[in-house]
């Protein structure tokens, strides 16, 4: 079975990311331009007519940018809680109830030949959900707006092989920048984002040989740097005496560009 992953686009200007098998795709967020989204694809010889739907995370414009007409163009379904639905749909935006899907929470349900289960995590949106997909034995976890890692989210981070995991600020950038407090204490709060050294002490902690594939997304445009990333990640894993075995690989994701395809099957 042929697996595919890319991302699009991540970080606090946009996210989107994409899983293929052989047969069909999904979207996971489309918070780029559905004109982007579109040529992204194309340059990687995947057709929209093999796209199966979009699965939300939340609300926040770096989330839903290209949504609508992502959707209506392409006549695709898009998938979220029916909270998330709730503080997405205004009568400003034209989604049409055709394309809408509710979904449960930490409950499987099936799209495109993959087994997918939406988890809560903790984040400054009415409700933001993580995904976790599964296709033959391989798992995959998306989280990438999270202000801490919770107790419910923590064992699907833990049990994937691809997992990408926001590492949005360096926490010294951050306080030394120029945002004003009250942002800079909504990005550190346990509903704002995960920064570089807190995102390294978990996986320090939760490494496993099954986690093949660490991509460290969603960095912020003004608070961080691909450098500093690995440099906290790097810096925790030796401090603790943690050496990657020769299948795992660590990535950083381009905030604006889009990622060579990642092949966890061939
Ligand atoms: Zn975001
Ligand atoms: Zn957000």
Redesign the pocket.
């Known amino acids: 079975m042929k697996l595919n992953f890319c991302s699009l686009s991540s970080g606090s200007s946009g996210n989107c990311y994409y899983l293929g098998n052989e047969f069909h795709g999904i979207l996971i967020d489309a918070g780029i331009s559905a004109t982007s989204i579109r040529k992204f694809l194309k340059n990687m010889d995947i057709s929209m007519q093999t796209i199966m739907g979009v699965l939300i995370t939340?609300n926040?414009t770096?989330?839903i940018k290209g949504l609508e007409v992502l959707i209506r163009k392409n006549s695709l379904p898009a998938f979220t809680s029916n909270k998330i639905w709730k503080s997405i749909l205004s009568p400003r935006n034209k989604i049409s109830t055709d394309c809408i899907r509710e979904i449960p929470l930490m409950k499987k349900f099936h799209l495109a030949g993959f087994d997918i289960e939406a988890f809560p995590v903790c984040?400054d949106?009415p409700e933001?959900i993580g995904f976790h997909i599964c296709a033959g034995d391989k798992k995959i976890t998306i989280a990438t707006?999270l202000g801490h890692i919770c107790q419910t989210a923590a064992p699907y981070i833990r049990a994937a092989n691809l997992l990408v995991i926001e590492s949005n600020y360096d926490e010294q950038m951050l306080a030394n920048g120029s945002y004003p407090h009250f942002l800079k204490a909504r990005i550190k709060s346990d509903h704002g984002h995960l920064g570089n050294h807190q995102t390294s002490a978990f996986l320090a902690d939760n490494i496993s040989d099954n986690l093949n594939i660490i991509c460290l997304a969603h960095l912020s445009k003004n608070n961080n740097t691909p450098e500093l990333v690995l440099q906290s990640l790097q810096k925790t894993f030796s401090e603790r005496g943690i050496a990657l075995n020769r299948q795992q690989q660590i990535s950083v994701l381009n905030r604006n560009m889009p990622t060579d395809m990642i092949r966890l099957t061939e």
Do not use: F, K, L
């Open positions: 939340h926040h770096d989330h984040h949106a933001t707006d």
